[in-house]
């Protein structure tokens, strides 16, 4: 049986992101279905059946958070979140660079059912083709009335004002997206008031990822039923998995929610480097705490079945490592990550960020002493649930993710000066 593709469903080509192209393969069909033929409320109900949630790490239920906004409200904005930070994700930039219009529709879509006039894009500042190929795409949806004014000759107008970020991971954290946007520094807020009640210039704001509007489309076009029978019973349809580390043929794939852990590292990506044995996994972007072989055997790849494993689905970003990576240094290389992007606005992250990659940063240069690894989990309990957003938490999961499976190698660091793998292949 053929497997359903929300997004790897056409040949990538010199022209496959053009308007004409997705028009071709059926783009926009289901946004004339919907304005001219359904209510708001039916298309959120359809997207609720959908069982479609949020692809940005949290895998909040799309439907409900739409339904979480008063539709009476004069003013509601939709905010799309292209920050795509976490290191290992990267599957938000193929959409922009491959098929935008998809991303268009959807939020039009999206907007309509929510009833906003004006939609954000929050796009990261680094992108540069991703950015142009939006910003292509949006000329061609406007001249075409597809964005804008009077939509496809019906009475519905919106436009999409698009952002780019400031350079930030925390700009991705939705409520300080959304205080980018506003022109002031990206700083994440406390909640409540959440953003759909309070959001985008103190109106109701609904806050999605890429990937999550890009999929409204085709949940309009074939049904929330149908989509809600792909994958797993709590977590339905596809998702865009982007693996990195040390496979044979990293890169982005499309698979069912469901999908085993396994055939993706071992069929879809061809194995690990130099036939090397694995030894861990990383298994949605780098704050998820990592898995051992042994963890992912029988795993699947679903919200439900990772977090029994102790990890999280996240973002989609799997990081694969191999034997033969001092898992010391690496996570040095993650707490650095972390620490530079704390905010600085509250103590635990602030402060516990930095010591933690301070004390890190000195076993794996072969000054660690003895109390450093209770020291560092005295700093994650520190912070973990004490912070304004979840940047906190997204620093302290590694480290105790990498002190619970492998002590033994900070333990022999600190004990020896150097790491166990000195002289053999390291990350
Ligand atoms: C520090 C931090 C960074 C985040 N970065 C992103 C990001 O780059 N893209 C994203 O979609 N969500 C990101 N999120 C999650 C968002 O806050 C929010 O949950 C998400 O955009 C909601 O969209 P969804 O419901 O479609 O998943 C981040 C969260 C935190 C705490
Ligand atoms: S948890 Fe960290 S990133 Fe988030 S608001 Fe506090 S200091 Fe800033």
Request: charged letters at 20%; glycine letters at 12%.
């Amino acid at each position: 049986m053929t497997e359903t593709r929300v997004f790897f469903n056409f040949d990538v080509t010199a022209d496959s992101h053009t308007l004409a192209a997705y028009r071709q393969r059926g783009g926009y069909q289901a946004l004339e279905k919907v304005l001219k033929g359904m209510q708001p409320i039916d298309v959120e109900n359809e997207v609720k059946a959908s069982g479609l949630r949020g692809r940005g790490g949290a895998g909040f239920p799309t439907g409900m958070k739409w339904s979480f906004v008063n539709k009476q409200s004069p003013v509601i904005y939709l905010c799309c979140n292209a920050d795509e930070g976490e290191p290992g994700t990267f599957k938000d930039r193929w959409i922009f660079e491959n098929t935008s219009h998809q991303l268009i529709e959807g939020m039009i879509i999206a907007s309509y059912a929510l009833k906003v006039r004006h939609s954000f894009i929050y796009i990261r500042g680094e992108f540069d083709l991703p950015y142009r190929r939006l910003m292509e795409a949006l000329k061609e949806a406007k001249e075409a009335g597809l964005v804008g004014e009077k939509i496809l000759g019906t009475e519905f107008s919106c436009d999409i004002i698009v952002h780019q970020g400031g350079g930030a991971y925390v700009c991705g954290e939705e409520s300080s997206l959304l205080t980018s946007i506003e022109g002031f520094k990206g700083y994440p807020k406390n909640k409540p008031p959440f953003p759909a009640v309070k959001g985008l210039y103190q109106k109701p704001t609904v806050i999605n990822n890429v990937e999550t509007l890009a999929t409204i489309p085709w949940i309009l076009a074939n049904g929330g039923a149908t989509y809600a029978a792909i994958g797993t019973e709590k977590c339905s349809g596809t998702k865009l998995f982007g693996v990195s580390g040390h496979v044979n043929r990293p890169g982005l794939f499309e698979k069912p929610m469901g999908y085993s852990y396994k055939k993706l590292i071992y069929e879809d990506c061809g194995g690990i480097l130099g036939g090397k044995e694995l030894k861990a996994v990383i298994p949605g972007g780098s704050s998820t705490p990592v898995l051992l072989p042994s963890e992912i055997e029988t795993l699947t790849m679903d919200a439900e079945a990772v977090q029994a494993a102790g990890s999280m689905l996240g973002s989609g970003g799997v990081i694969v490592i191999a034997e033969g990576t001092c898992m010391v240094r690496l996570l040095q290389v993650l707490s650095r990550f972390y620490a530079h992007e704390s905010c600085g606005q509250c103590t635990p992250c602030r402060e516990g960020s930095a010591w933690m990659n301070d004390i890190i940063t000195r076993i794996s240069r072969g000054k660690g002493v003895k109390g450093d690894l209770e020291r560092l989990e005295c700093i994650t309990k520190g912070i973990m649930g004490n912070t304004v957003c979840a940047l906190g938490d997204a620093a302290s999961m590694p480290v105790n993710g990498f002190l619970k499976k492998f002590r033994h190698e900070f333990e022999y660091f600190i004990e020896h000066g150097r790491s166990m793998y000195d002289g053999r292949l390291e990350i």
